[in-house]
């Protein structure tokens, strides 16, 4: 890894998650207003209805992790473990339905391994598999999820804290402006947001609302 535990749990306070189709105007610039607005982390998302494959989907990243790259802020790439190695992103992103994180830390090397994690079990398994962070939710109701789990709230994060589960956390599902507080409460080190920022008219302004709420 190329962060340290502190660095990274610092580093993922406001962890933006985006592709193409979740934007209300062109991506890069929703990236860009994003970075200015504080975001700390990004995330490639290109899943769903819209979203472009190949070769298309392949320059979209290399420009969003070129922005990121001149702004210091780490790019990570969802369930795309081809894409992250061709391209050399920080890290990769996996869900409990993707690959195997053991094959995946193999693969990467010391790059960031972020895991999604619904409950204690499958927390305990990512850590032992070389996760260096856990992204857990969902916390609220989403719509930019077709697949989600039962909501559990933030109580899934406290009791994560409660059964010794240290290393950073992100909590994420429906995270709008107004919602922050209790996540981070419940021991998150930060929070992971897709629509709060790219479904805004002014994702600068929609950046610093939400830092606003973990003063």
Do not use: W
């Given at each position: ?47 769903g209805n819209g ?44 869900g409990q339905e ?66 010794n589960i240290t ?49």
């Open positions: 890894m190329r962060y340290t535990e502190g660095e990274l749990r610092k580093k993922l306070q406001l962890y933006f998650v985006m592709g193409s189709n979740n934007c209300l105007k062109d991506p890069e610039t929703v990236l860009k207003e994003a970075i200015d607005g504080g975001i700390t982390f990004f995330q490639f998302r290109e899943k979203a472009k494959e190949g070769s298309e989907k392949v320059q979209l990243a290399k420009k969003l992790q070129a922005i990121c790259k001149q702004n210091g802020v780490p790019f990570i790439v969802n369930d795309d473990l081809e894409l992250a190695l061709e391209i050399d992103a920080d890290g990769i992103h996996i993707d690959e195997d994180p053991q094959k995946v830390r193999k693969m990467v090397g010391d790059k960031i391994l972020g895991v999604s994690a619904h409950n204690l079990a499958e927390a305990n398994k990512a850590i032992a598999q070389g996760a260096n962070y856990l992204g857990v939710g969902p916390m609220y109701e989403t719509t930019t999820k077709k697949d989600i789990r039962e909501v559990k709230g933030p109580e899934v994060i406290v009791a994560l804290r409660e059964n290393i950073p956390i992100v909590g994420i599902g429906g995270i709008q402006k107004g919602l922050i507080k209790p996540v981070i409460t419940a021991g998150a080190d930060g929070v992971a947001v897709i629509s709060a920022i790219s479904s805004s008219e002014y994702p600068k302004e929609a950046v610093k609302d939400l830092l606003d709420e973990m003063k």
